[in-house]
């Protein structure tokens, strides 16, 4: 039975060892600025996953192939590793389990998942899924996965040039403008705000210099 304050007092760690892999999947390590280390993710839907988790401002922390849960079931014991357990601030943490699509999976999988959702009821454990067509949709997942990984750890001295120069500029702009000014603050820092959310723009539309940037109204 999942104990989830015991389990956040441990070690966190894996149940599984990612790094041998399975048949068809390969290991991704993802560099994830909010656990502050690598989360080992089994194919490109896990990382893509990983890109929206970071983005996810509500979300503390993340980890994957947390706990694995074991159940009776008229077809015999169930044994089952959800994918991630996703710590939140405000709403309720929860586990997930993706997949690049959940209508191609074997039916004995099909199965599983169906009774765990049915246990987890009885548990009052959150489970969700998540798919390929949800986590990768045209330009959005494209400008948040380019973002996130363009402004990876900018420095304290960048951030704070950046935070100075804004507060003395307009408050409605294309990128364009901004790079163009005088002594403008690096690109990898608003990159960075972008992504945050500090800087706004329309990421359903392809990221480029006449992209419009709106500064977040404190």
């Known amino acids: 039975m999942w104990n989830e304050q015991a389990w956040l007092a441990g070690d966190r760690a894996p149940v599984r060892d990612l790094r041998r892999g399975l048949p068809?999947?390969?290991?991704?390590?993802?560099?994830?600025?909010?656990?502050?280390?690598?989360?080992?993710c089994e194919g490109s839907v896990e990382a893509a996953y990983c890109v929206w988790l970071e983005w996810d401002c509500d979300v503390?922390?993340?980890?994957?192939?947390?706990?694995?849960?074991?159940?009776?079931t008229e077809r015999g014991l169930m044994r089952y590793t959800p994918d991630f357990f996703v710590l939140r601030e405000q709403s309720e943490n929860h586990f997930t389990e993706?997949?690049?699509?959940?209508?191609q999976i074997k039916e004995l999988t099909r199965f599983k998942l169906d009774s765990f959702a049915a246990r987890c009821q009885a548990w009052q454990i959150e489970w969700r899924r998540a798919d390929k067509q949800q986590l990768m949709p045209p330009h959005h997942f494209a400008n948040l996965r380019y973002l996130y990984f363009q402004g990876f750890r900018i420095s304290v001295r960048e951030e704070a040039y950046?935070?100075?120069?804004?507060?003395?500029?307009?408050?409605?702009?294309?990128?364009?403008?901004?790079?163009?000014?005088n002594y403008p603050p690096s690109l990898r820092s608003?990159?960075?705000?972008?992504?945050?959310?500090?800087?706004?723009?329309d990421l359903s539309q392809p990221l480029n210099r006449q992209s419009r940037i709106e500064q977040r109204l404190l």
Do not use: M
């Open 24 to 40: 068809g999947y390969y290991t991704i390590y993802f560099p994830s600025l909010k656990n502050n280390r690598a989360v080992l």
């Open 60 to 72: 503390i922390a993340y980890y994957a192939q947390p706990h694995t849960f074991t159940w009776e």
């Open 98 to 103: 993706v997949k690049a699509d959940f209508q």
């Open 162 to 181: 950046l935070r100075d120069f804004l507060a003395r500029y307009k408050t409605s702009f294309t990128l364009g403008e901004l790079l163009d000014s």
């Open 190 to 201: 608003i990159y960075r705000w972008l992504f945050c959310g500090e800087l706004s723009t």
